[in-house]
């Protein structure tokens, strides 16, 4: 390959790879921005339907990335990935017509959605942990996919004839929220939290470091049945 011939490819893959990939991150910044007005509708109809002002629920954004969504117990991180990824070869999705004849299809910005305790962010605990409970695909033209825990790991397969919109949107915070709730908190094992030094008791009442999650010590693998 000549020079020319390089720079002519390297051209046309800027103009279709990496213009294409600028148009599925704008994509994702805007189903972002509806994923947070959907949070904030999924607040305010909840609490029109509690009547227990001790149950936390509460919208906070984090920010042009991320938002928190506190619930009961828990608080869920909605966090929109910066980098734009490629589905995988082996991807059922990438197997059909959609994608086949059109390649580009496959490039997707990424929503992680991740569960943690509300103390945890309450009470600065940093050294507690988190679970991922799904992660949602959205292409360039509003088709998506969600690979996760319980029912969020099957439901929303068809990445084909899925097109996102708010009400769609609002379905999967839901089912993420039920999810949560039913994910509880359980005690680990003994041999997990059977040795503690001075200095980490010593700071439990203040930013303790004894790590907290609802699965801490546990295989996750062992949650997939949790229907949501």
């Not at 509460?58 to 990335?65: A, H, I, L």
């Amino acid at each position: 390959m000549s020079k020319e011939e390089g720079k002519k490819v390297l051209v046309e893959l800027l103009k279709s790879k990496s213009g294409h990939k600028q148009d599925v991150f704008r994509n994702i910044k805007e189903q972002f921005a509806i994923f947070k007005e959907e949070l904030q509708d999924c607040v305010s109809k909840l609490r029109a339907s509690l009547d227990d002002d001790r149950i936390r629920l509460k919208y906070t954004d984090k920010g042009d990335s991320e938002a928190h969504l506190a619930i009961g117990s828990d608080v869920l991180v909605f966090h929109m990935h910066s980098n734009v990824f490629k589905l995988a070869p082996n991807d059922f999705a990438t197997q059909t017509s959609y994608v086949m004849n059109n390649p580009k299809n496959a490039y997707c910005g990424v929503i992680n959605v991740y569960d943690f305790l509300a103390d945890s962010y309450e009470y600065n605990r940093h050294h507690d942990v988190g679970y991922m409970i799904c992660r949602i695909f959205i292409n360039a033209e509003n088709h998506f996919k969600v690979e996760g825990k319980g029912q969020l790991g099957f439901i929303y397969q068809n990445f084909m004839n899925q097109v996102l919109n708010a009400d769609v949107i609002e379905e999967i915070i839901l089912r993420i929220g039920i999810y949560s709730l039913e994910f509880d908190l359980l005690t680990p094992p003994y041999q997990v939290v059977s040795k503690v030094s001075v200095g980490e008791l010593q700071t439990l009442s203040s930013n303790s470091k004894l790590k907290t999650g609802k699965r801490l010590g546990f295989q996750f693998q062992t949650d997939t049945d949790i229907q949501g």
